[in-house]
């Protein structure tokens, strides 16, 4: 009876050894998993960032640095900008408007994609009606400020922005925000006609959620700015504007470089701004601590068992003299 007895605690201390080092390990690997996710996320923001294509950005100066941009990938066609929000990129346009969604402008893969122009537009943006098309993301990158503009107040404060196209900058006026569904074909129908321009504006103005006047915008050319909604599968969210020859101040631009780096839209968290080297030191440090306790453990442990035998081994003597 006795030897099943200290069998049995040996069995104990053995499966309770191993829970212990178990439960250490799926720790580390939890936390390892943790920090390479942030590093991860990270790197996606960054990469999506609007700070990243700054240099080939077209100035009133000169578009020198752009058209190094379309040399390097033909199908650069414009610059988008949006006052006082991060939409500041290189719109592109393919055969297909799937080419686009998963890569940057440069060619790679990406999970943020690149703004593009339905493939079905006229790429100098003569038809009455263009659609570009960016990813909802996370600390407003890409179109992922779009969703801003449902909030009235923002809607009224960013009215303009800027499309350079041709070698030459053009005014956008915005004066619609919608929340419609990706299938809806009424809004979502490229390079509308000129004898069904009227009907289109009507259905259009119809669904909007704010709108504005801006004067007689069924003689002049359109471009919607569309992106997915975190709320819906296949709800979506469009800001309009129409495209015009005057050219718009930006209001924001002291803000912007007040901002810039993170930018307004682009704040990240606390954890976020800690650099990966100092959580990789943090996880090193941690796991020896960790052994450090767990090799500890295992010390008393023995020293407990190596004490309890002595006890045991003096009472069986003390036993035998009597």
Known sequence: MKRQEIIGKKIIKVMDSTVNFTVLVVLLLLLVIGVYAM??????????????YEMYKPTKEESLSFEELKKFN??????????????????LQAEDNNKYLNKD?????????????????APDFSDFNSIIFGHHMDKAVMFGGIDRFTD???????????LFFEGKNHGV??????????YDYTIYRVA??????????????EKATYTRNTGAIIEENIVLLSTCTSESTNGRHILVGRITDEVYQNEFIEEQEVNKGVGADQRIGLFERIPIIVWVIFVIVLFI???????????????????ERGMEYEKKSKDKMH
Do not use: C
């Open 173 to 182: 006026e915005f004066f619609a925000f919608l929340e419609v569904d990706a």
């Open 39 to 52: 590093w991860d996320s990270k790197q996606i923001y960054e990469a999506a960032s609007s700070q990243v």
């Open 152 to 162: 009235k107040d923002y809607f009224e404060k960013h009215r303009y922005g800027n």
């Open 192 to 205: 509308v006609p000129d004898n069904a321009r009227e009907e289109y504006l009507e259905n259009l103005l």
């Open 105 to 121: 402008v440069m060619g790679k893969y990406s999970l943020s994609g690149s703004l593009f122009l339905d493939y079905q537009n």
């Open 74 to 91: 033909s199908d650069v066609i414009a610059w988008l900008e949006v006052y006082g929000t991060t939409i500041d990129y290189p719109v």
């Open 289 to 307: 601590f960790l052994l450090s306790l767990y090799s500890e453990r295992k010390r008393k442990v023995r020293k407990r068992n190596r004490s």
